[in-house]
């Protein structure tokens, strides 16, 4: 079975830091990437995903993640945070092609201090 | 459009009790999603439904859940029994393609 690792559980950052949260999946073959987001009181969203073709992929909100695929790695960056980007952040991976549940991480929980 | 809604938002029972839980997804998706979010597992998935059909129930904790779906639209998700282990946000989510469109979730308390 697949899992995913978000190897920082909580993290504290200033306003115009640079943000880059880790995650790693153990599927082996093709997979779905997905990266989504939980504000305060909201529900979760979709920030950027990843099918095929170029291993950087943008999102919504100055987000951006790159797939390396023989690190097994998908890792969320932004170059500059707001204090508007405090909110949970899930990893998640879907064996590729099919239709299947999403397997996330367990989150991490990102804090900017303004 | 309307997103993916979910009712009851809120729901407290007593131990031992049967709930059933709402989620009413996007219109024309084909695909139905729960989810369960509890602090400490994250978000572990339950069990899909493409058209009416189950094809995966592997998430299910116990034969204690159950879930339906019918005309290929509204599900419900029942719970027997209900202990307090399963105090959690149950989460739906539909999708007609491979983004999945979550709902605001159904927090459920066991006392």
């Known amino acids: 079975a697949q899992s995913v690792s978000q190897h920082n559980h909580h993290v504290i950052l200033s306003e115009a830091a640079s943000l880059e949260l880790g995650c790693n999946y153990s599927?082996?073959?093709?997979?779905?990437l997905f990266w989504y987001v939980q504000y305060p009181g909201q529900h979760l969203q979709l920030l950027l995903k990843?099918?095929?073709?170029?291993?950087l992929v943008k999102g919504i909100k100055g987000f951006e993640a790159e797939f390396i695929k023989s690190k097994f790695s998908f890792n969320l960056r932004k170059p500059s945070v707001q204090w508007s980007d405090t909110a949970e952040y899930f990893c998640?991976?879907?064996?590729?092609?099919?239709?299947?549940?999403?397997?996330f991480g367990k989150g991490t929980h990102l804090i900017i201090q303004p | 459009g309307a997103g993916v809604s979910q009712s009851p938002s809120n729901k407290v029972t007593e131990k031992g009790k049967d709930v059933e839980l709402r989620c009413d997804p996007i219109?024309?998706?084909?695909?139905l999603y729960w989810y369960r979010q509890s602090l400490g597992q994250g978000l572990e998935f339950l069990i899909y439904?493409?058209?009416?059909?189950?094809?995966?129930k592997s998430g299910l904790p116990s034969d204690r859940f159950s879930a339906e779906r019918t005309g290929g639209s509204v599900s419900t998700l029942t719970i027997q029994r209900t202990q307090q282990e399963d105090s959690a946000v149950y989460l739906c989510?539909?999708?007609?393609?491979?983004?999945?469109?979550f709902g605001p979730g159904t927090r459920l308390t066991v006392t």
């Open positions: 998640a991976v879907r064996e590729g092609g099919g239709a299947d549940g999403l397997t």
């Open positions: 219109s024309g998706h084909t695909a």
């Open positions: 439904f493409q058209g009416n059909s189950a094809p995966d």
């Open positions: 599927y082996g073959g093709t997979v779905n």
């Open positions: 989510a539909s999708t007609s393609s491979y983004e999945q469109y």
């Open positions: 990843y099918f095929s073709g170029d291993p």
